[in-house]
């Protein structure tokens, strides 16, 4: 006898039983945003912000529309209160806003494990990856940044200087071309700017050892990183972020590569020609001495983690220098009696006609040079916000714990029009004059560096590259600002460059560009 199959009927929701359960659904939203205002006021205590934020969105919204407008509002929401605090909501995480300069002090102070961990970006550590200096705390970051003072000595400092003068110039070559030999229109300068840093930044930091396709990838993968630095968080296939994740692991990987090629040429005797070169070769020494003591190998030596470590150079160097180079270029041209103090300081101690690059020598004795490029430095920080999460509850002030988990972000740039007389006024005398000293006066409002045991490592090495910029620019290329209505407002790229990108007019100056 066949089997006979039995249809069981499946109940369908019904209209009644959907209105039936809409009450519950209601009430469990209601809750939910019950709980998450509270929990946000429990938090916030006696702070400025928001009286009711948006459900796990909070203001994030606001942020990446108008992140100039929304930092502006918590700048103006912590000065109007006397605290030099502001909270607000972004993402799930309750955040702390830092105005005031002693406070953002205390934080850099104190980076460690029970206190605060610098995270660079408010999702930083899922797309920078693990390899990753700024994460680091103690003893064992302590000891990374021993090993790595060899790539800023003078000697190295010296041999990255003709490098970028080489390719300052390459570059300045092409933006000459571009602007018709002075017959052509204006144009925005960030994004060469950008593509010069990186070519500075390739050069400098792997030389030799990043070439042909491998460098067009790498500028590809990097470009997508900083797409990805703008983008909502969205860790999904297709999505900016996903894809700035994964361009950084081929970046640390590619890196990581360039650490082996450079240890084996530093194993055969090679001299050190770029950034890498001078840092394998004091860890090559390291590793030999613990391989003739019976010690494994010391810490943080492998290739890939290395690699992870200069994309934090790469990183650093690439968007704030970019940011820096094109505030100088608008402050020279809105200053024309600083541009002619830099172009005689220049030209008494450099010619174009030399057929040589600049030495460290000379740049050193170009003070009032230097000068210019701490203020511009000051006046319009790079970076102006250096982000950080609460690892534990820390007593910030008499009054204020910030709360586990916490992310909070001291402005440097705010402290940057702390303290400093005629903050507002870029003025190069306040660190080249010798009776004003502001520079010692007002050193703790000055945090375009940071503080503490994460200071920027390589400032030397940024600050000389702002001022081989300028001496480069000033001497080969005459300029013109093309002035429009708020052409120079801050806005996040994702460092702060002029709204406009720096548009300018170009022409060629000397009569021969150099050539060594």
């Not at 948006?54 to 929401?77: E, K, N, Y």
């Not at 990987?253 to 001299?271: I, N």
């Not at 613990?290 to 810490?299: D, F, I, T, V």
């Not at 690059?357 to 006046?379: D, F, K, L, N, S």
Request: hydrophobic share 45%; with cysteine.
């Amino acid at each position: 006898m066949a089997a006979q199959s039995l249809s069981v009927p499946v109940p369908m929701p019904s209209s009644l039983d959907l209105r039936a359960a809409a009450p519950f659904l209601v009430a469990a939203v209601a809750l939910y945003f019950l709980m998450e205002q509270v929990s946000y006021h429990r938090k916030k205590g006696p702070l400025p912000g928001p009286a009711l934020v948006v459900p796990f969105l909070g203001s994030v919204a606001h942020m990446i529309r108008d992140p100039t407008g929304f930092w502006d509002a918590q700048a103006a929401r912590a000065k109007r209160s006397g605290a030099g605090l502001a909270a607000d909501f972004l993402v799930g995480r309750f955040v702390v806003f830092i105005r005031d300069s002693e406070l953002s002090h205390r934080v850099f102070a104190n980076v460690r494990p029970d206190a605060f961990h610098l995270i660079g970006h408010p999702f930083g550590k899922k797309l920078f990856g693990d390899h990753n200096l700024i994460y680091m705390f103690g003893e064992d970051h302590k000891d990374l940044r021993r090993r790595i003072a060899p790539n800023f000595t003078p000697r190295a400092l010296s041999t990255y200087a003709a490098l970028q003068q080489r390719v300052i110039l390459a570059h300045l070559r092409r933006w000459l071309d571009r602007s018709g030999g002075g017959g052509g229109g204006a144009f925005p300068i960030r994004v060469p700017c950008r593509d010069m840093n990186l070519e500075t930044s390739q050069t400098v930091f792997v030389g030799p050892y990043l070439a042909g396709e491998a460098r067009r990838r790498f500028e590809r993968d990097y470009n997508l990183f900083n797409v990805g630095l703008m983008a909502l968080p969205i860790d999904l296939p297709c999505f900016a972020f996903r894809r700035a994740r994964e361009g950084v692991a081929r970046l640390v990987r590619t890196l990581g590569e360039c650490a082996r090629q450079s240890k084996a040429r530093m194993r055969a005797g090679g001299e050190p020609e770029c950034l890498v070169d001078f840092w394998m070769q004091d860890t090559l020494r390291e590793m030999d001495e613990a391989a003739a003591a019976g010690r494994p190998p010391p810490a943080h030596t492998d290739d890939e983690e290395i690699g992870g470590f200069m994309f934090d150079f790469l990183f650093a160097a690439q968007d704030a220098s970019t940011s820096s180079l094109c505030w100088a270029v608008s402050a020279l041209d809105s200053h024309p009696e600083v541009l002619a103090r830099v172009r005689a300081e220049v030209s008494a101690a450099w010619s174009p006609d030399s057929g040589e690059p600049m030495t460290a020598e000379t740049i050193q004795g170009m003070r009032y040079t230097q000068a210019v490029a701490r203020e511009v430095v000051r006046h319009r920080p790079p970076a102006t916000l250096v982000p950080h999460i609460a690892g534990e509850a820390f007593q910030l002030t008499e009054w204020y714990t910030v709360p586990k988990g916490a992310i909070v972000f001291p402005s440097v740039y705010e402290s940057s029009f702390q303290g400093f007389p005629d903050a507002e006024a870029f003025d190069p005398e306040r660190f080249f004059s010798e009776a004003r000293r502001e520079d010692v006066a007002y050193r703790r409002n000055f945090l375009a560096f940071g503080a503490g045991p994460h200071q920027c490592v390589g400032q030397r090495y940024a600050l000389n590259h702002l001022v081989l910029f300028m001496a480069l620019f000033v001497s080969v290329v005459d300029f013109r600002r093309e002035r429009t209505p708020g052409c120079d407002d801050p806005v996040y790229m994702p460092t702060i460059v002029p709204k406009d990108g720096c548009s300018v007019y170009l022409k060629q100056r000397c009569a021969k560009l150099p050539s060594f």
